[in-house]
């Protein structure tokens, strides 16, 4: 990926067990938000994450429980300007994801 790329992840754990978000998205966040996805209350992450002998993370990401399955919208870029400049497309995804029936 190049410098001002981003990936985007929506991901869905079905009947998930484990906590949602996962554990690293709160040891590694350095801001968060209230956001609501299609109706849900959630919280909106930005992250920074340079895991050992990795590649630094720069993400934007919510994580929501519905019917009981974890979601994750995530937004991840190499460079924190890159993250910047994509929060508003991140802010309008997240606000316009639909939950399927």
């Known amino acids: ?6 990936w985007e992840t929506i991901g869905i754990e079905a009947n998930s067990a484990s906590p949602c978000p996962p554990s690293w998205v709160s040891r590694n966040a350095i801001r968060q938000s209230p956001a609501t996805v299609d109706g849900v209350a959630a919280t ?5 994450m340079t895991p050992s ?7 934007i990401g919510v ?8 979601y994750s919208i995530q ?3 190499s460079t924190p300007s890159t993250r910047a400049a994509s929060a508003g497309v991140a802010d309008q995804t997240i606000a ?3 939950f399927g029936s």
Do not use: D, P
């Open 75 to 77: 937004f991840q870029s």
């Open 1 to 6: 990926m190049t410098a001002r790329g981003v």
């Open 63 to 70: 994580w929501v429980v519905h019917s009981r399955n974890c």
């Open 96 to 98: 316009s994801f639909k």
């Open 44 to 48: 909106l992450y930005v992250i920074n």
């Open 53 to 59: 002998g990795g590649e630094a993370a720069y993400m």
